[in-house]
């Protein structure tokens, strides 16, 4: 029945993101970008230069990198996900895929890497569940715009890309350039930021940076904050860009597009856990526009997906499926974005008449 409604006459003409190829033949998201086994400690404090502060509770947890965390989300969410990247050939390179493919993303174009390690990431986190990161890139430093040109068949069929920066930057932009050459709507997270040049991003449709990579992206110091609209503004001008979208973590995000520039709110939950909030947020944004909703909507829903992910322990277990964000919209007292309540009711009907909500349709 969903596939049927997308290929709909009167709603072939609101697909276009831009004239490469009709978008009524076109599906699926793809993610490039990275895996990173999450290693975590929890801290009473984080440490200073030169210091040493005992933690607690180790363990190596239900936590991906950047681009395996929103890989999965997005198929939680029902979207159908390819993940382009590159890990080890080794026992944290097996659970990273395991992970993945139990969400139900399509590894056709992941690379498993002999003579490097799948990267990790060694998280501490406070007691108000706030996150300091370190990442290794182990394997995921390998991965090379060859790997990007290999997953060029799912690129051209592909409605939505999504790309992170915890692999070698050359890679991600070159991504970039070629998905959005090909006629997808590319969506950047750039993160771990580090400065660029105005033209290195115009293979970016979106950019959803936090406020400090959109004050490393311009190169001014994070620890001097900026208001946010001044911040998007400079990245459209300074960048050429149509969009973007700032999160601002507990306080909401930020939307500019030329058109709008809004603040949007949080939902007002009890944070247990941070880590993925960033990456469920994206996974929401994505799934949105995916489905044709103004970029209000699509943030005001990545804003939901976020809230629910932070009232979950572990990343990976708080990224919610349609029904869990619909059940926890209802049960706060949320209002679903007034463009995604036909999809969300549509998968509600679903689920009601016996079905799995909305599936996935492999490219």
Not at 17 to 25: D, E, G, K
Not at 219 to 240: G, M
Not at 308 to 333: K, M, Y
Request: net charge neutral; aromatic share 8%.
């Amino acid at each position: 029945m969903w596939l049927r409604w997308m290929l709909q006459p009167r709603h072939v003409h609101r697909w276009a993101f831009n004239n490469a190829r009709p978008m009524m033949l076109r599906k699926g998201v793809v993610v490039v970008g990275s895996h990173v086994q999450g290693l975590f400690m929890r801290v009473s404090r984080f440490p200073g230069a030169d210091e040493t502060v005992l933690g607690w509770d180790y363990k190596e947890a239900l936590d991906g990198g950047k681009g395996s965390h929103q890989a999965i989300a997005c198929a939680r969410l029902g979207l159908p996900t390819h993940f382009v990247g590159c890990v080890g050939q080794d026992r944290l390179g097996d659970i990273g895929a395991s992970w993945m493919t139990e969400a139900g993303v399509d590894l056709s174009y992941l690379t498993r890497i002999q003579q490097t390690a799948t990267g990790c990431g060694f998280v501490m986190i406070n007691p108000e569940g706030i996150p300091a990161i370190t990442t290794a890139m182990g394997a995921n430093a390998e991965f090379t715009s060859k790997e990007v040109d290999r997953a060029k068949p799912i690129l051209s069929q592909a409605k939505v890309v999504l790309i992170t920066l915890e692999i070698p930057i050359s890679t991600a932009l070159y991504a970039a350039r070629l998905a959005r050459s090909l006629g997808a709507l590319t969506i950047l997270t750039p993160a771990p930021a580090e400065p660029v040049q105005p033209g290195d991003l115009a293979g970016v449709d979106l950019l959803v940076p936090n406020e400090n990579e959109a004050s490393t992206l311009l190169s001014k110091s994070p620890n001097l904050r900026q208001e946010p609209s001044w911040l998007a503004d400079r990245l459209r001008e300074y960048f050429a860009l149509k969009q973007v979208v700032i999160t601002l973590g507990e306080k909401g995000a930020f939307v500019a597009n030329g058109e709008t520039s809004r603040a949007l709110p949080a939902f007002k939950v009890t944070a247990v856990d941070t880590p993925g909030a960033g990456d469920a947020f994206t996974a929401g944004l994505a799934f949105g526009l995916y489905h044709e909703a103004s970029l209000v909507d699509a943030a005001i829903f990545g804003c939901l997906t976020a809230a629910r992910a932070v009232t979950v322990r572990e990343s990976i277990p708080s990224f919610g499926t349609l029904s869990e964000i619909a059940e926890f919209a209802r049960a706060n007292r949320f209002d679903i974005p007034t463009g995604l309540r036909a999809v969300m009711d549509l998968n509600k009907r679903s689920t009601a008449n016996g079905g799995r909500g909305l599936q996935q349709q492999r490219t």
